[in-house]
């Protein structure tokens, strides 16, 4: 028969560590974030949808209120106040002024987990005032800046989408951070190479971006549009009286000129992708003086970066040609860049997925009614307003000459990045112009935007609670897109964002505009406000 030993001190030291391991599992589990789910449940799902309709109030007047400060570039002062006034009062925190840029600002909120930038556009052109709801040309203020290309809509999208996404993760305790950030100065080209520059989007994970349009979609790979360096040159010459002693002088404004015909007649010998174009901004002032001071302004666009580069530094070496030929000296400096644009596959086809999930807006009668009318009144080609989703492109479905370019290619070229489609505008309605004003503080901006924010709010939650897809989109980044080429900009060390551009007019207008500002606590609706019947008939 054995004996059976009971050691005391043994047996304490065993139950004191035991508590000891228990006490440090129990602390480890309060510190760590808490795990991410491998999906959003479809409760989630539901819950972000709900809460972006909980906000359709907010959003109409984000929407109408942006329209009607109509800001362009640089000068987005009394927009970027308000929307980071909402945001701040909704929990983030705000920075102002990043980049150098005074209307420049991030929004940010949460911890742990990914860090997912949500952007759009704010700013407004110049020239395009115009009445919403009315199908003719009808401006506010004469003369004055206006949403010709629908920028009022984007960011009060992406506020919608991420309160609904930031409620969603605080219930759930899905760690995860959001940054939001506006495209300023966006129709000039001019800022978002230089947020890149300052780091902004240093740690960010994936990028989503927004853009007004007539369908709803996403796509991925090369967009197939140009990217852009815009130039300006500055010629100095000597005055002299132009009828006395001429001869005395040396025109600035002759450097420009020749700049000018030379470019002109290179032109013949430039690819067929590559687009130029330029206006002269100080021509001197007046006749009989010959010029000191002449000014003109460059864009020059192609498809891929070596492109863009050779074609900026061919104009730097006619510039420096036509000093040489007018004995006068040149300057140049870079007000902005716009890397070509490429969108990351794998978040495009979460975002699709989520697009098909939310469906097309339901257009009421008196919705299609106003898009004819805007469509019949201003002799426009287009589709009635959209029923189903648009499809995911791919670069099989894209041209190879582009045409237009959009500076979130430099986000798209740091981070993993698509931009999201929304159908906030009428179908055949012509970009940068008053057409493309009409709908923008209507129903259909409005509708367009809760679909817009709802498939945001979804794959922002795709992203956060997925490892995988987070994973799949950086491969796809690293090993795909910059396979082949790298982010190169022009921009140089001495290259400042030009926030005097829009001042003065701006100066000008603003006093006049300040009358037509939305007052949502008086009046339910813009159009109410303007007392503008909806749908306007045309004429």
């Known amino acids: 028969m054995s004996s059976i ?18 006490a440090l599992l129990l602390t480890a589990a309060i510190a760590l974030p808490a795990i991410a789910h491998a999906e959003p449940t479809e409760a989630m799902r539901e819950a972000a949808v709900a809460k972006v309709d909980a906000n359709a109030k907010l959003a109409q007047e984000m929407v109408d209120s942006v329209f009607s400060f109509a800001e362009p570039g640089f000068q987005e002062f009394k927009t970027s106040e308000y929307l980071t006034g909402i945001l701040e009062k909704n929990g983030f925190k ?17 911890s742990g987990g990914p860090l997912i930038a949500l952007g759009s556009d704010i700013d407004g052109l110049l020239g395009l005032s115009q009445y919403p709801g009315k199908p003719e040309i009808t401006p506010m203020v004469e003369g004055a800046p206006g949403h010709g290309e629908g920028h009022n809509s984007g960011m009060p999208m992406m506020i919608v989408a991420a ?8 219930k759930n305790k899905i760690p995860g951070r959001l940054m939001l950030w506006p495209g300023v100065a966006e129709e000039l080209l001019a800022t978002k190479a230089f947020y890149v520059r300052d780091g902004l989007f240093k740690d960010v994970d994936a990028s989503i971006f927004a853009h007004v349009s007539r369908d709803f979609s996403t796509g991925w790979g090369p967009a197939g549009n140009n990217g852009m360096v815009s130039v300006e040159y500055t010629f100095k010459g000597k005055t002299a009286h132009a009828a006395g002693q001429p001869w005395d002088g040396r025109s600035a404004l002759d450097g420009v000129e020749v700049m000018n015909m030379a470019w002109n007649m290179r032109r013949e010998h430039l690819p067929l992708t590559q687009r130029s174009h330029y206006v002269i901004t100080n021509g001197g002032g007046q006749p009989n003086i010959v010029p000191g001071t002449a000014t003109v302004w460059y864009y020059f666009r192609e498809q891929n970066f070596k492109s863009i580069r050779d074609l900026y530094e061919l104009g730097n070496k006619i ?8 004995d006068t000296t040149v300057e140049h400096r870079v007000l902005g860049y716009a890397a070509p644009n490429y969108g990351n596959k794998p978040l495009a086809e979460a975002a699709y997925a989520n697009i098909k999930r939310v469906g097309m807006p339901e257009w009421s009668e008196a919705d299609k009614a106003f898009a004819k009318a805007v469509q019949t009144t201003n002799k426009l080609k287009g589709d009635p307003l959209p029923t189903e989703v ?3 492109t791919t670069p099989d479905d894209r041209s190879g000459f582009g045409g237009g370019s959009d500076d979130i290619g430099d986000i798209m ?12 505008n009428v179908p055949g309605a012509i970009g940068h112009n008053v057409t493309s004003a009409m709908a923008m503080a209507t129903p259909i901006a409005h509708k367009g935007v809760m679909v817009g924010a709802k498939a945001v709010a979804l794959t922002v939650l795709d992203i956060a609670t997925t490892p995988k897809l987070v994973a799949d989109a950086k ?3 690293q090993n795909v897109q910059l396979k082949d080429q790298k982010y190169d900009p022009v921009l140089r060390p001495e290259d400042k964002p030009a ?4 001042s003065e007019i701006m100066s000008q207008m603003r006093p006049k505009m300040e009358p037509f500002y939305y007052q949502p606590k008086k009046y339910k609706t813009y159009l109410d406000q303007l007392g503008v019947p909806y749908p306007g008939a045309a004429r």
């Open 5 to 22: 030993f009971f050691d005391k001190t043994s047996m304490d030291a065993r139950i004191g560590r035991s508590r000891t391991l228990k």
């Open 94 to 110: 705000i920075q102002r002024g990043v980049a150098g840029i005074p209307t420049a600002w991030t929004a940010t909120w949460g």
């Open 163 to 170: 309160l609904a996404a930031k409620d969603v993760m605080e």
């Open 319 to 326: 510039s420096e040609a036509a000093a040489m030929a007018t």
């Open 390 to 392: 648009g499809k995911l």
């Open 413 to 424: 070229w740091t981070v993993p990045t698509i931009t999201i489609r929304y159908p906030s």
């Open 475 to 477: 491969d796809y980044f």
């Open 499 to 502: 926030i005097w551009l829009n």
